[in-house]
């Protein structure tokens, strides 16, 4: 267990990072971030910040002696750098979860090796594979990247071989994935995180609407039963302890017509599906990690209010901001970006409803609506 006022290192400079920083500083840690970018939004909150690559062997052992333990905020880094971080310092969750999480094939294969279900699915090295996935997986299927997809990018809906061989030439690098498309009735997700004593605390579901590939509302408990909420948060706990994590980890789930969990994809870090947690629970993911991470105990993941939500992308949505600001109930977040390009998450906004109380529909959007009129 980390004693106070020592020092969590936390690779990557953005929102998770930063929210991460400060949930750290509440428990008297300092934090340390590793960037490659200038005045990341994370080094505005952070005890220290360092620039540099995250695969330069120099920039990585200055910054990993000068901490007591590593995490990251994003998979998107160079697995190389994090073997040579973990040869200096611990690094929660470890690059062995970070491999699986950053390739679809390997990701796939441990989920289904665990008896985790997920869709069908096939490896896709060359053109001839198309007909294949075609005739196994039937038309509609989606053809991914297996490495640095997120928000939507860098895959294709597939309808017929024609599309399939021009995704194939503009898809890269290969192998591919190609997947099944799910007739799902939902989408929701779960954060799941572990100690190094194997405690495990799971929060609530969450119900996910996406909007142009990028996540635009979160809703909390998810409307679906309680025995599938059960089942999907107990599917979680065998997923952190087959991965034998340390930390926390966002699982993100299908649920189709026949109420069968599907699980889609993991991430080992905070997830923005768990932003509710910010207002809506006593200790939110953010503090559940860094505990996982500082060795400190892990107490019931308990959500007080049912929640909503809302993402703020791009210039369109942050030009809302001070109507936000000016609105009873919305309880709003930036992320210190300087510059709201389009499809750029900016912050996000948190709406609660007393427990047990959470409209039917999505009421986000009955609360939000003056704010979308036109001027």
């Given amino acids: 267990m980390l004693s106070p006022n020592a020092t969590i290192g936390i690779v990557g400079g953005g929102q998770l990072g930063r929210m991460s ?3 750290a500083s509440r428990l008297g840690f300092q934090t340390h971030i590793l960037s490659d970018i200038p005045n990341p939004p994370a080094g505005q909150v952070a005890s220290h910040t360092i ?8 920039t990585l052992e200055s910054f990993a002696k000068s901490v007591d333990v ?3 905020e994003f998979e998107n880094i160079s697995v190389k750098g994090i073997d040579l971080l973990s040869s200096i310092r611990p690094v929660h969750p470890s690059g062995h979860i970070l491999r699986i999480s950053q390739d679809r094939i390997l990701e796939k294969t441990f989920l289904n090796g665990h008896d985790i279900p997920t869709t069908k699915w096939l ?7 198309g007909a294949k996935a ?10 991914k990247t297996t490495r640095l997809g997120y928000d939507g990018k860098g895959q294709a809906v597939i309808h017929n071989q024609e599309e399939f061989e021009s995704a194939f030439e503009t898809l890269k690098p290969h192998p591919l994935i190609a997947e099944k498309k799910v007739d799902f009735s939902c989408e929701v997700s779960v954060m799941v995180v572990r100690n190094i004593h194997g405690t495990v605390q799971t929060f609530d579901v969450a119900e996910n609407q996406h909007k142009n590939g990028i996540l635009d509302i979160s809703l909390v408990p998810a409307r679906i039963n309680v025995d599938l909420r059960q089942k999907v948060q107990e599917l979680a706990i065998h997923l952190a302890n087959s991965l034998d994590l340390i930390g926390i980890l966002g699982v993100e789930l299908f649920i189709d017509q026949n109420d069968k969990i599907l699980v889609n994809e993991i991430a080992p870090r905070p997830h923005n599906s768990g932003h509710w947690t910010m207002n809506a629970c006593p200790i939110d993911q953010f503090e559940m990690h860094i505990r996982a991470v500082a060795g400190l105990p892990l107490p019931p993941a308990i959500r007080h209010s049912d929640a909503v939500m809302k993402n703020l992308i791009g210039p369109e949505d942050m030009a809302l901001w001070p109507k936000i600001m000016a609105t009873p109930g919305l309880i709003g977040h930036l992320y210190g970006k300087d510059i709201a390009k389009k499809g750029r998450k900016m912050g996000h906004v948190n709406i609660l409803f007393p427990f047990n109380s959470l409209p039917g529909e999505f009421g986000i959007q009955a609360i939000l609506q003056d704010l979308y009129k036109a001027e």
């Fill in 21 to 23: 920083a400060v949930a």
């Fill in 51 to 58: 620039i540099g690559a995250y695969d330069d062997p120099k």
């Fill in 70 to 72: 590593i995490t990251f």
């Fill in 123 to 129: 490896k896709i090295e060359e053109l001839n594979d």
């Fill in 134 to 143: 075609g005739l196994e997986l039937g038309y509609p299927f989606i053809l």
